[in-house]
C-alpha cells in the first residue's frame, strides 16, 4: 500500500503563487510514477502535471509555463503553481502508479479569488 499526503493549498488572490507538496509513505519502493491531478467545482478530474514511467515531466497545456513540478527524493513531489487564475480553483489531488495499481491522495483545496 501507498500513502499519499498532499499539503499546501489555501486560498490566493489572482496572480500569486502557492507551492503544493505530495509526501508518499508505505511501500513506495516501485513507484513508476507520480503527478498532480484537479478537480474544479462541477467538471471532472484533469491532468496538471506529472513525471512519467521515464522520468520526464508531463504538463497539460493549460499549465505550461505556469506551474512546475519538482520532486527531492523517491517519495516527495512538489507542484510550484505561478500566475493563479480563478480557474486554477479546484481540488488537487496527488496521484502514484505502483505495481498497476494507482494510489490517489485525499486532495487539498485551492482557492484563487478575483
Known amino acids: 500500500q501507498v500513502q499519499l499526503v498532499e499539503s499546501g493549498g489555501g486560498l490566493v488572490q489572482a496572480g500569486g503563487s502557492l507551492r503544493l507538496s505530495c509526501a508518499a509513505s508505505?511501500?513506495?519502493?516501485?513507484?513508476?510514477?507520480m503527478g498532480w491531478y484537479r478537480q474544479a467545482p462541477g467538471k471532472q478530474r484533469e491532468l496538471v502535471a506529472t513525471?512519467?514511467?521515464?522520468?520526464?515531466a508531463n504538463y497539460a497545456d493549460s499549465m505550461k509555463g505556469r506551474f512546475s513540478i519538482s520532486r527531492d527524493n523517491a517519495n516527495t513531489v512538489y507542484l510550484q503553481m505561478n500566475s493563479l487564475n480563478s480557474q486554477d480553483t479546484g481540488v488537487y489531488y496527488c496521484?502514484?502508479?505502483?505495481?498497476?495499481?494507482?494510489?490517489w491522495g485525499q486532495g487539498t483545496q485551492v482557492t484563487v479569488s478575483s
Open positions: 496521484k502514484a502508479e505502483r505495481g498497476g495499481v494507482v494510489y
Open positions: 508505505g511501500n513506495i519502493f516501485g513507484i513508476n510514477a
Open positions: 513525471f512519467t514511467r521515464s522520468g520526464s
